[in-house]
């Protein structure tokens, strides 16, 4: 089974930047494609970037422009480089493939506040 590990979350001020990690075993990475999901309190999970094992990205709306989404398959990891954050992108952070499997993890918490 899939496992994957989220990091790099924290607290940043409006206007912000953090980089998230994610490091993914067990499955078959280099095939994948990989997404990066968001839930805000009392809300549904959302895919907020996704990339394929060519590296084709895809964005929401509300994040493109900001969020850049890469990765490294040799070490089955993906990133998430956040610039320009706003307070609504306050969620906890997860990554999965994309449609995403049963398998997700703890994810890691943004929170965006002066």
């Known amino acids: 089974q899939m496992q994957v590990v989220e990091s790099g979350g924290g607290l940043v001020q409006p206007g912000g930047s953090l980089s998230l990690s994610c490091s993914v075993s067990?499955?078959?990475?280099?095939?994948?494609?990989m997404g990066w999901y968001r839930q805000a309190p009392g809300k549904q999970r959302e895919l907020v970037a996704g990339?394929?094992?060519?590296?084709?990205?895809k964005y929401s709306d509300s994040v493109k422009g900001r969020f850049t989404i890469s990765r490294d398959n040799a070490k089955n990891t993906v990133y998430l480089q956040m610039n320009s954050l706003k307070p609504e992108d306050t969620a906890v952070y997860y990554c999965n493939s994309d449609p995403p499997s049963k398998y997700w993890g703890q994810g890691t918490q943004v929170t965006v506040s002066s």
């Open positions: 990339i394929s094992r060519s590296a084709t990205t």
């Open positions: 067990g499955g078959y990475f280099s095939i994948l494609f």
